[in-house]
């Protein structure tokens, strides 16, 4: 009797036989698993092995031989079906857990600034796109940041900070209630948000009157 992950690693294995022909590495399966540790996979490889079910290849790379499988000591026409339906259940696990859902916080100005309202919404974003702390979503409105690639209809990640460094693009609150989206440049007791479109200009502005709500961290589009 196989455990889950014994079973699961034995059909991601005999898969990439026969759809690559060769074996996943070890990274490649502490990745599908959700494992943190090469001698986790070890342990159940070898488990495997000793239950009969794969094999070693001497002095080859990466040399795992698919023996027999749980599903053919059952019998029957629906093996293959069985195990393409666990691999395709085992893939989108996989995917689910590389997603993280993050608010959708409403709307800002790329061009004069409007108010961002906190709107009942989520949206799924790769974590790969995203570092440590708390992030939200925001959709942009406006061209004023689309000579380095933000388009009005975009959807920006942001990272929750109150701090920024010269030259970062920023979501900044202005006066308490107005919301854009720009690059900022601090001198002295003065804030400059800078726009990336020609068309705008920079507005520059006491210190006092500006405070960072986040910083860009990437983004989203939809092409229609």
Known sequence: MLTKKQHDLLLFIASNLKDK?????????????GL?????????????EERGFIRRLPN???????LT??????????????????????????????????PLCGKIACGTP?????????VCVPTQMMGVGEHYALTVEGDSMKNIGIMDGDTVIIQRTDTAQNGMIVV????????TLKRIRIQGNKVALIPENEAYETRILDADR???????????????
């Open 69 to 102: 499988m749980p599903e053919e000591k059952v019998g029957g026409s629906n093996n293959q079906k069985l195990i393409n339906n666990r691999l395709q259940e085992m893939e989108m696990a996989v995917a689910n857990d590389n997603l993280a859902e993050i």
């Open 210 to 224: 500006v405070s960072v709500q986040g910083r860009l961290v990437g983004l989203l589009r939809k092409y229609h």
């Open 21 to 33: 022909g060769i074996c996943p590495s070890y990274e490649e399966m502490c990745t599908f698993l």
């Open 36 to 48: 943190h540790s090469k001698s986790g996979i070890n342990r159940l490889v070898k488990a495997l």
């Open 172 to 179: 900044a609150l202005v006066d308490g209630y107005e919301v």
């Open 60 to 66: 080859k790379a990466r040399a795992l031989e698919v």
């Open 114 to 122: 409007i108010e961002a309202v906190r709107i009942n919404e989520t």
